[in-house]
């Protein structure tokens, strides 16, 4: 649920990365989306279909707001953890030197194997059972409108999705679009530069839309190498002895919404109650 901002001549354009807007089908999780929508902090958008959500005024805003009463380091990146159950320790980049009583790892399966290797062996297999495919993202913004009558394009030839990012609610700024490639292109590109990946979506782009695009104030790429997680079906991992769980879409399906099961079933196993964050 990233979302960046990009200044141009014609001011700043935003864009919404990574997903592009949720669903709800779980009780539990509608009971959330609707608090936050009574936060301003999600709205719907119908471009998609009905029943589709995005955060306000960027995709990162629920996120913004879990995290607002947690405790969060930013920007560290825990390279490996040694200890046991009552007192773990973290290694790596800007990580705080504390001892924790437990572990709950939230991080795509790619980056648990690592982690889990040496300590947790039977949760790094499930781990590398499951693996996600890459995705590249076009953030493109224009001097006037795309002359396209909708505002999403669907998969088609090396374009797995398109939005204007600008038609989404509470976003100002110039005309801006996300464009992703599909599954097939990216991987047969994956180790392509963002020098050759912006012009060749651009021209898909084009050609997807069948119109000559406006200017482009600004146009760059990322690669997602772990965008569409896969599901190993457990929602949740939670081992007490060691004081040890994982949580994310990789247990529970590649979605908004089977993230958040997953880190509601995890908190619930390590014997948290949950109420709906408002
Ligand atoms: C391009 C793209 C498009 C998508 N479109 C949609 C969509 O339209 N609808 C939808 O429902 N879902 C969509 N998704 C999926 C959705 O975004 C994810 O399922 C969801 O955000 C996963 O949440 P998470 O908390 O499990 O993991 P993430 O959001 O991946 O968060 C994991 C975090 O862990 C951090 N991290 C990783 N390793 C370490 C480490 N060693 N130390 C410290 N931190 C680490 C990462 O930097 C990241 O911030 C999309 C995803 C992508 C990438």
Redesign the pocket.
Known sequence: ?SSRRVTTAMGEAGFD???????VRDSGFREQVLAWRELGLVAEWPAPGPGCWVGTPAMNAPVKHLAQDADVTWG????SMSGSAGSWALQ?EAVPADTFEAVLL???SE?AMP?LDDIAPAMASRARQTPASP?W?VMAAFDAGVDFAADVAREDGAIGWAARNSSKPGRTGPEAWVI?AGTAWSVTHLEDSPGEVVPALLAAFAQRVGTILPGVLSATAHR?R????GNSGDVALWDSNLGLGA????LAG??????WM??VRLARLVGYSIAVAR
Not at 18 to 23: K, M, S
Not at 226 to 229: N, P
Not at 247 to 250: A, K, Q, V
Not at 254 to 259: G, I, K, T
């Open positions: 649920m990365h990574g997903a592009q807007y949720f669903t560290a990146r825990v390279d790596g939230a991080v795509p980056n982690l995705c993202t992703q997602w772990y965008a569409k997680s949580c994310g879409d990789w590649p979605r908004v919404e089977s993230a997953s880190g």
